[in-house]
């Protein structure tokens, strides 16, 4: 049978309002579906700015519960546009327990379900550690009304066993909502090695896999409040990949916009059928992948 869906990207600049970017989120996303998207991915922790430049305590009151507000406000918005809709929240579990999960919401608008972020990073202007527990709910594909969601979140798209993990268990997609960019005392060539290093990575994704990849960046120039940097420029480049790795659409590195793609999901069992990398795998020999380091 022929299967093809129609995939919706928002890559948006964020502000400290956060009513205003969610209202911001709300118009593209029902742009989208009037562009017959049936499925929309938002970028990682959408509806603030990248709060994690700095630590800071009192950033912990971004953090709501799941279900909770914004649940009910996107789920609403997938119920009125009858889509499939992978959000990214700040979730808090519990008093000192919180996590970077991403919540999938079904055409209905219930919620479908939620992965919480992997790998999280700690390094300069990316002080994640602070904030948040790593998941717990493994590497499992959110099932859906157009198919089973292999969602991951930014620093997972650098491991290829996370997106290994989410193809065994029958992902019929790759989605990695994502905040990254540049710090504005890289070099121009640095910057370049960066961000097509993290384009590399995700389309060998999908080749190794024979998925499609999508991809969703934030955009725009974010202050760093502490002053001890200049900041993040986040390199949008959102971008959707098919399962031989080839650029099916691919947005700009400095502006907002909104990317309807069409993915033919029958073209995954063809790849596979040519290149049968899940067949050929040897098994029985990857036993100290799970080791920290072979001495």
Known sequence: MEKKIKVGLIQQSNTNDIHANMQRLKNNIEECARKGAELVVLQELHNSVYFCQTEDTRLFDLAETIPGPSTRFFGEIARSCSIVLVTSLFEKRAAGLYHNTAVVFDTDGSIAGKYRKMHIPDDPAYYEKFYFTPGDLGFEPIQTSIGKLGVLVCWDQWYPEAARLMALKGADLLIYPTAIGWESSDTEDEKER???????????????NGLPVISVNR????????????GILFWGSSFVAGPQGEFLAQASDNREENLVVEIDLNRSENVRR??????????????????????
């Open 274 to 295: 040519w290149w049968p990398f899940l067949r050929d795998r040897r098994i029985e020999e990857y036993g100290n992948i799970t080791k920290r380091f072979i001495d």
């Open 219 to 230: 955009t725009g120039h974010e202050p760093d409040p502490s002053g001890q940097t200049n």
């Open 194 to 208: 960066q961000r097509n290093a993290w384009i590399i990575s995700q389309r060998g994704h999908a080749v190794a």
